[in-house]
C-alpha cells in the first residue's frame, strides 16, 4: 500500500507501524471518566468491514503518527492527517 | 544425434549446436530453444509422470501454463525441481532430469497405481488413511510423500544471490504480445515513462507462433523493427524474462526477473533472479489467451497437446511431436495449426472437427461431426480412436494429436484483487470482469480481442486512451471474426484428464459431486483440482464445465475459484534476496565490539544486538568458570560492562517533565537537575511495560533510559503519548541509543579507576557525586562524556558515556587504565547473575502479565498525578489479597538446581495447576552465595519469606526443596551502592 504522508508525499507502507484503531486517541478524562470508559479505551476496538480510521507510524521517516481513513476491504485510502493534528482537534492539549 | 522431428524455419540459431542431457542421454539444440522444444526435435515425447498414478507424461503446452513436462533442472547444489521444459531456455550443457519415476522414465514401478486407480479417486486419501489415527505420521504419510510429490530438492544451500529492487513508470504493460507492443508502441512513441515486461525471452508472444503477414512482411520483421524501436527510446524499459506474478494494492506489482536462468551459472556478481516492486499510475494489462483443451478417454498420452502448442513448436522452433499429427478441434484455430504444420511438410492424419459444418481442406481430410473418443500407447500416442458424424468408429494412426476447444482469456491479474470475471456468451469464455484492480486496463486476447489485428488495435487504443494521445498506426493483417462454441468432453468419457499434472478425471469431478462438494471451492479442494503447481491454467474451466452440467446450471452460475498471486510458481529465495543466514536483519555492533572480538569475547545475540556474553581467558574450560570469575572481580573490585545498547531517549522541552509524568506512573517532576531516578512505565491497561532511568541534565533536558529488548517499543509509545495525548506539551524526543556509547564501571574500586579518566575539574568522590547524581562531565583531558551514578550490580557503580566514536578508546583507556586494580570486562551472564543477586526486575519479569504491585512497586504508582496505566492498575482485580508478589527462591539443599520456568507448590500435597503458587522468572548460580538462587512470583509472597516449598518443573522432571527468601541476595541495605 502507499500512504500519502500530509508532509512527505506519497510513501511505502513498509515504512510504516500499524497500531490499529483511531480511537486511541480519545483517552478517557481521568478526572471524570467511569471504569466502564476506561475498560472500553484499553480493550474494545471496532473492527468494521469498511471504513476505517487508524493509527500508522512513520517509523522508517520522520515518526509522525498519522490517522489514516482505509477501507479495509478494498484497502482504499480516503485520508491522511497528522494525528497531533487530530488530537488537537478532539481538544487534546497537554 | 540427428533432430529427427526438427523442421525448417523458425526462431532458432541452427549455425550453433547446444548439447545437453536428459535422463542421462546427450542430445543436440539450438540457442532460442526450450529444453521442451529441443526434446521435441529430438522425437522425445515422454519427458515426465503424472503424480498420483505414475502415468507416462508429454508437453501440454509450449508456455507457462505446463502441467506435464517438468523436470529437475541442472544438478548438484544448483538442482531445481520441478522446472517447466516448456519455458526452461536451453544452454549449452543443459543437465535435466525426468521426475517422480522409478527406476525409469520407460518403466515406472509406481506406474501400478494406473491399475487400482478405482480405489485412488478422488478424496481417496481422506478415506482410506483415516484410521488407525496413529498411523498417519508414522506409516501413511511417509509412504504417500515417497510415492507421490514431484521433484527433489537438493539438499544443499542455495548458492546463487538473489536480489529485490524498485522501479517506478507512469504505465506498465503486461505482456509483449502484439496489443502489448503497440501498446508500448504507441506511449513510447509518446515519450510516456513505460515498462513493458513479458514471461518469454522473446518478445511477441503469439505473433511469435503464427505465420501471418504484419505489412506483408513475416510477423517477426515486424516484431523485431518494434522491439529495436522500442529499446532506443529512453522512456521505454523493456524487461523480457520477466513475470509479473501479483497485482498488489495501490499500483504496486511484483515482477519476478529471471537474470540468470538460462546460463548455466550467473556471470560474477549477477544475481540469479530479482524480485522487482514496480510502482505505476496505470497497468494494461496484455496478458493474452490460453488455450483450453476437450477431455476425452485417456488424453493425457505423450504427443496428445494444445493444438496451438503445437503450431508454436512447428512456427518459432522448427519442432515437431511427430511426423504425423492428428487434429481435433471444435473452432477454426484448430485449422490453422494443420494449414502452419502441412505447410511444413508434417502429415497431417486428418482434422477431426466436432462441428457439422467445418471448413473444408483440399491438402488434408477434414472429418466433421467427428469426436476422438480414446487413444492408445503406452508411452507415447499411437492410435486416435474416432466416433464419426454416423456414430461409425474408425482409428487413425499417429504420433501426435493437437486439441483445440478454444481460447480462455489469461484474466488471472485482474483478479488479485478480488475481483471476478464475467462470462461472456459469444466467446463461452470468462473475460475481465468490471471490478479490475484500480488503475488497470485489459486489451488484446485477454480482454477477448482474439484477432491479431484486433489485439494490435486494442493495445495501440488502450495506451492512447489512458494516456489521452493519439493511438500509433497498426500493421495490417489478419482480422478473422472468431466464434466459439462451448464444447468441453466428449459425451461418455470418465478417465479423461481434466488436470493432468493432480491427475483429476471427469471421473473425479461426478464423484465429487455425487458426495455432495458441489461449491466449485469445495470441488477443488476435494478433488485437488487445479491445485498443483500450474494452479489449473489449462484445467479448471474444463472442471467448471462439468459441474455446471451435473447441477444443471450455467458456467456462470456455477462461478470460478479464485485467482491469487503469483501468477507462475516463484521461488522463495527470490521473496527473501538478501535476507538470509547473517543478512536475515541487521547487526548492530556495540562500540566495544572490535575490542572485545580482540579478547576473544563470546558473543550473543540480543534482538539485533551482538553483545560480549562472557570474556573468557587462558584455562577456563566452561562458560560458568568465567561468569562466576566476572562476578567476583566486578563484586571485589571493579568490572566494565558495555551498556550502549540499552535505550537512550532524549526529552526536551519546557514540558519535558510533564511529559515524564504521564510516561512513567512515578513523579519525575521533582526530580532535581544533576539526579537520576528509576521509573517505571506502564501500559494504559496497568500491566508494567518497560523500566529504566531518566536523568535530568537541565530543567528542560532529561536522558531516559529503556530496556535494550524494549528500546524501539518505548520511543514509539513516548512518541504515541506525546503526539495524541499531549499534542500542545514542548517536548522533543530524539533516540540517541547509537549516539553514544555507555558502560557500566561497577565494583568498590570503580570510583578510583574512573579518577583516573575523568578531568580533575569534576568532582566524582561521594559527596561532590552521590548515589544517583548525574551530570556532563569531560574525560582525557577534555572530551565531552556523560556520567550517572547508577547501580543494575549493587555496587558502587557509574554509567559513563563518550560519543560513540570514542567507545572503542574508551574501553581501551579504561583497562589501561584498570590494570592496578585487576579491571575485568563482564558480559552479559555476569551482568544477569548480579542483578538477580541484587532482585533487580528484567524482561523475565517484566513479561506482559506483571504489574507495579507483583514487582513490588505497587506503591510507586503516584496517585497525586495521572500516568499512563495508572487508572487501571487501580483495578480490583489486579489488586486482589493474595496476588503474585516478587520473591526471592533458595535451595534448601544448597546443591540443588533451581531452573527458571518451574512452578511453586505447597511443601506437601497434590502437584497440579490447581495447586499452583507462583512460579521461578529467573535463575542462576550465585558466586557470592556458592550457591543457586531464583527470582520468581508467589501468591502473597511478601508475608511468605522463611516458608518451605517445592519448586516442580514437569518439563524437566525437577523437584526441589526450596525457601522463600527475600528477593535482595546481596548487601539488602543496599550500603555499596552508597559508598
Known amino acids: 500500500m502507499i500512504?500519502?504522508?500530509?508532509?512527505?508525499?506519497?510513501?511505502?507502507?513498509?515504512?510504516?507501524?500499524?497500531?490499529?484503531?483511531?480511537?486511541?486517541?480519545?483517552?478517557?478524562?481521568?478526572?471524570?471518566?467511569?471504569?466502564?470508559?476506561?475498560?472500553?479505551?484499553?480493550?474494545?476496538?471496532?473492527?468494521?468491514?469498511?471504513?476505517?480510521?487508524?493509527?500508522?507510524?512513520?517509523?522508517?521517516?520522520?515518526?509522525?503518527?498519522?490517522?489514516?481513513?482505509?477501507?479495509?476491504?478494498?484497502?482504499?485510502?480516503?485520508?491522511?492527517?497528522?494525528?497531533?493534528?487530530?488530537?488537537?482537534?478532539?481538544?487534546?492539549?497537554? | 544425434m540427428t533432430q529427427s522431428n526438427r523442421l525448417s524455419g523458425g526462431q532458432i540459431d541452427r549455425n550453433t549446436t547446444l548439447k545437453f542431457t536428459f535422463d542421462g542421454k546427450t542430445y543436440d539444440g539450438h540457442p532460442g530453444d526450450t529444453l521442451a522444444s529441443a526434446l521435441l526435435a529430438n522425437n522425445v515425447r515422454l519427458m515426465g509422470r503424472s503424480f498420483k498414478y505414475h502415468r507416462p507424461r508429454g508437453p501440454l503446452t509450449a508456455g507457462s501454463e505446463e502441467p506435464n513436462a517438468i523436470v529437475e533442472l541442472r544438478s548438484g547444489d544448483r538442482q531445481e525441481p520441478n522446472t517447466r521444459a516448456t519455458t526452461a531456455e536451453l544452454y549449452d550443457g543443459l543437465v535435466a532430469k525426468s521426475q517422480n519415476r522409478w527406476p525409469s522414465l520407460a518403466f515406472?514401478?509406481?506406474?501400478?497405481?494406473?491399475?487400482?486407480?478405482?480405489?485412488?479417486?478422488?478424496?481417496?486419501?481422506?478415506?482410506?488413511?483415516?484410521?488407525?489415527?496413529?498411523?498417519?505420521?508414522?506409516?501413511?504419510?511417509?509412504?504417500?510423500?515417497?510415492?507421490?510429490?514431484?521433484?527433489?530438492?537438493?539438499?544443499?544451500?542455495?548458492?546463487?544471490?538473489?536480489?529485490?529492487?524498485?522501479?517506478?513508470?507512469?504505465?506498465?504493460?503486461?505482456g509483449a504480445g502484439p496489443a502489448g507492443l503497440m501498446a508500448a508502441l504507441t506511449a513510447g512513441r509518446a515519450g510516456r515513462d513505460v515498462i513493458l515486461a513479458d514471461e518469454d525471452f522473446a518478445m511477441g508472444g503469439q505473433l511469435n507462433s503464427e505465420t501471418f503477414a504484419l505489412n506483408d512482411a513475416p510477423a517477426l520483421d515486424w516484431t523485431t523493427a518494434t522491439v529495436a524501436e522500442l529499446s532506443s527510446l529512453p522512456n521505454v524499459r523493456l524487461m523480457p524474462r520477466t513475470t509479473v506474478i501479483g497485482a498488489f494494492d495501490h499500483g504496486i506489482y511484483g515482477a519476478v526477473e529471471r537474470i540468470s536462468d538460462h546460463l548455466e551459472t550467473p556471470p560474477e556478481g549477477k544475481p540469479r533472479q530479482i524480485l522487482w516492486r514496480i510502482y505505476t499510475q496505470k497497468t494494461l494489462l496484455c496478458a493474452g489467451a490460453t488455450e483450453r483443451s476437450i477431455a476425452f478417454e485417456n488424453n493425457d498420452r505423450p504427443g496428445i497437446m494444445l493444438a496451438s502448442?503445437?503450431?508454436?513448436?512447428?512456427?518459432?522452433?522448427?519442432?515437431?511431436?511427430?511426423?504425423?499429427?492428428?487434429?481435433f478441434t471444435n473452432n477454426d484455430d484448430g485449422h490453422r495449426t494443420a494449414a502452419d504444420l502441412h505447410a511444413k511438410h508434417v502429415n497431417i492424419a486428418a482434422v477431426v472437427d466436432t462441428r457439422a459444418d467445418a471448413p473444408f481442406s483440399s491438402d488434408y481430410e477434414v472429418i466433421k461431426g467427428a469426436q476422438v473418443v480414446d487413444t492408445k500407447g503406452r508411452l507415447g500416442l499411437t492410435f486416435a480412436e474416432l466416433r464419426l458424424a454416423n456414430g461409425e468408429s474408425r482409428t487413425v494412426e499417429c504420433g501426435a494429436l493437437g486439441v483445440s476447444g478454444g481460447w480462455n482469456p489469461n484474466v488471472h491479474l485482474t483478479c488479485h484483487q478480488r475481483g471476478r470475471p464475467t462470462w461472456n456468451e459469444d466467446l463461452a469464455a470468462f473475460v475481465?470482469?468490471?471490478?479490475?484492480?484500480p488503475g488497470m486496463t485489459v486489451a488484446g486476447a485477454a480482454d477477448g480481442t482474439f484477432s491479431t489485428h484486433g489485439a494490435l488495435t486494442s493495445g495501440a487504443n488502450a495506451a492512447a486512451r489512458i494516456l489521452d494521445i493519439k493511438p500509433s498506426d497498426a500493421p495490417t493483417t489478419e482480422d478473422a471474426a472468431v466464434r466459439q462454441t462451448p464444447f468441453w468432453f466428449v459425451e461418455g468419457c470418465s478417465r479423461a484428464w481434466l488436470d493432468q499434472q493432480n491427475d483429476v478425471t471427469v471421473k473425479d469431478v461426478k464423484l465429487s459431486h455425487q458426495e455432495g462438494f458441489r461449491s466449485v471451492e469445495h470441488l477443488k479442494r476435494y478433488t485437488t483440482l487445479g491445485m498443483a503447481t500450474d494452479q489449473g491454467k489449462t484445467s479448471n474451466m474444463g472442471g467448471l464445465a462439468i459441474m455446471a452440467e451435473l447441477v444443471g446450471k450455467s458456467i456462470p452460475e456455477v462461478g470460478t475459484t479464485i485467482f491469487r498471486p503469483p501468477y507462475t510458481p516463484t521461488a522463495i529465495g527470490v521473496l527473501g534476496g538478501r535476507m538470509r543466514g547473517m543478512d536475515f536483519h541487521p547487526t548492530r555492533l556495540t562500540p566495544s565490539h572490535f575490542w572485545a572480538k580482540e579478547r576473544g569475547a563470546v558473543f550473543v545475540e540480543v534482538g539485533n544486538w551482538l553483545r560480549a556474553q562472557w570474556f573468557p581467558i587462558a584455562g577456563e574450560t566452561?562458560?560458568?568458570?568465567?561468569?562466576?570469575?566476572?562476578?567476583?572481580?566486578?563484586?571485589?573490585?571493579?568490572?566494565?560492562?558495555?551498556?550502549?545498547?540499552?535505550?537512550?531517549?532524549?526529552?526536551?522541552?519546557?514540558?519535558?517533565?510533564?511529559?515524564?509524568?504521564?510516561?512513567?506512573?512515578?513523579?519525575?517532576?521533582?526530580?532535581?537537575?544533576?539526579k537520576t531516578r528509576y521509573g517505571l512505565m506502564l501500559r494504559?491497561?496497568?500491566?508494567?511495560?518497560?523500566?529504566?532511568?531518566?536523568?535530568?541534565?537541565?530543567?528542560?533536558?532529561?536522558?531516559?533510559?529503556?530496556?535494550?529488548?524494549?528500546?524501539?517499543?518505548?520511543?514509539?509509545?513516548?512518541?504515541?503519548?506525546?503526539?495524541?495525548?499531549?499534542?500542545?506539551?514542548?517536548?522533543?524526543?530524539?533516540?540517541?541509543?547509537?549516539?553514544?556509547?555507555?558502560?557500566?564501571?561497577?565494583?568498590?574500586?570503580?570510583r578510583k579507576l574512573l579518577q583516573k579518566i575523568v578531568d580533575p575539574a569534576f568532582d566524582i568522590s561521594n559527596d561532590g557525586f552521590p548515589f544517583m547524581a548525574c551530570g556532563n562531565i569531560t574525560v582525557c583531558g577534555g572530551l565531552r562524556a556523560r556520567l550517572f551514578r547508577i547501580s543494575f550490580s549493587g555496587e558502587l557503580a557509574f554509567e559513563i558515556a563518550v560519543p560513540s566514536r570514542y567507545g572503542d578508546a574508551l574501553i581501551r583507556k579504561l583497562m589501561a587504565q584498570g590494570e592496578e586494580f585487576d579491571v575485568t570486562p563482564y558480559g552479559t551472564e555476569a551482568l544477569g547473575v548480579m542483578r538477580i543477586e541484587k532482585g533487580h526486575a528484567a524482561g523475565n519479569e517484566l513479561n506482559g502479565t506483571t504489574t507495579a504491585l507483583n514487582l513490588g512497586m505497587g506503591r510507586m504508582v503516584s496517585k497525586a498525578k495521572d500516568s499512563i496505566g495508572s487508572k487501571l492498575s487501580e483495578r480490583a482485580g489486579l489488586n486482589e489479597d493474595g496476588a503474585l508478589a516478587q520473591v526471592g527462591i533458595k535451595p534448601v539443599n544448597a546443591a540443588d538446581k533451581i531452573t527458571a520456568g518451574g512452578h511453586l507448590m505447597a511443601a506437601t500435597g497434590p502437584v497440579d495447576a490447581k495447586h499452583d503458587q507462583g512460579y521461578v522468572t529467573s535463575a542462576a548460580f550465585s558466586p557470592s552465595l556458592d550457591h543457586m538462587i531464583g527470582l520468581g512470583f508467589l501468591k502473597d509472597g511478601g508475608s511468605r519469606l522463611g516458608e518451605t516449598m517445592r519448586l516442580v518443573s514437569p518439563v524437566t522432571d525437577l523437584t526441589v526443596e526450596v525457601e522463600i527468601v527475600s528477593a535482595h541476595f546481596v548487601d539488602p541495605e543496599g550500603e555499596r551502592v552508597r559508598a
Open chain 2, 309 to 327: 502448442a503445437i503450431r508454436t513448436y512447428a512456427n518459432r522452433w522448427a519442432a515437431t511431436p511427430a511426423q504425423r499429427v492428428t487434429i
Open chain 2, 622 to 674: 566452561n562458560w560458568r568458570a568465567s561468569v562466576d570469575r566476572e562476578v567476583r572481580a566486578t563484586r571485589n573490585s571493579v568490572g566494565v560492562c558495555d551498556c550502549t545498547t540499552l535505550g537512550k531517549i532524549d526529552v526536551q522541552g519546557t514540558d519535558a517533565a510533564l511529559f515524564l509524568n504521564k510516561v512513567y506512573c512515578n513523579g519525575f517532576a521533582k526530580l532535581a537537575v544533576g
Open chain 2, 432 to 437: 475481465p470482469g468490471a471490478d479490475l484492480p
Open chain 2, 684 to 750: 494504559e491497561d496497568g500491566i508494567a511495560m518497560d523500566d529504566g532511568t531518566a536523568g535530568r541534565l537541565a530543567e528542560d533536558h532529561f536522558v531516559v533510559t529503556t530496556t535494550t529488548a524494549n528500546a524501539g517499543k518505548v520511543y514509539q509509545h513516548m512518541e504515541f503519548v506525546r503526539q495524541c495525548l499531549m499534542p500542545d506539551a514542548d517536548v522533543q524526543l530524539i533516540s540517541t541509543t547509537e549516539a553514544w556509547a555507555q558502560y557500566a564501571v561497577a565494583g568498590p574500586n570503580s
Open chain 1, 3 to 94: 500512504i500519502n504522508h500530509p508532509l512527505l508525499g506519497p510513501r511505502d507502507s513498509a515504512e510504516f507501524i500499524y497500531m490499529g484503531d483511531a480511537g486511541l486517541i480519545n483517552r478517557p478524562d481521568p478526572e471524570t471518566a467511569s471504569g466502564e470508559e476506561w475498560y472500553a479505551y484499553a480493550y474494545l476496538r471496532d473492527n468494521p468491514a469498511g471504513e476505517h480510521r487508524e493509527l500508522w507510524w512513520h517509523e522508517g521517516g520522520d515518526r509522525s503518527w498519522l490517522v489514516v481513513t482505509r477501507n479495509t476491504v478494498t484497502h482504499e485510502i480516503s485520508k491522511v492527517e497528522i494525528a497531533r493534528d487530530v488530537a488537537r482537534a478532539q481538544g487534546r492539549s497537554k
Open chain 2, 108 to 174: 515406472d514401478a509406481m506406474a501400478i497405481n494406473d491399475r487400482f486407480s478405482n480405489f485412488l479417486t478422488a478424496g481417496f486419501y481422506y478415506k482410506t488413511f483415516m484410521w488407525p489415527a496413529a498411523f498417519w505420521e508414522k506409516v501413511y504419510e511417509p509412504i504417500i510423500r515417497k510415492a507421490a510429490g514431484l521433484g527433489s530438492l537438493s539438499m544443499q544451500a542455495d548458492p546463487d544471490a538473489y536480489d529485490k529492487g524498485f522501479r517506478h513508470c507512469e504505465l506498465l504493460i503486461v
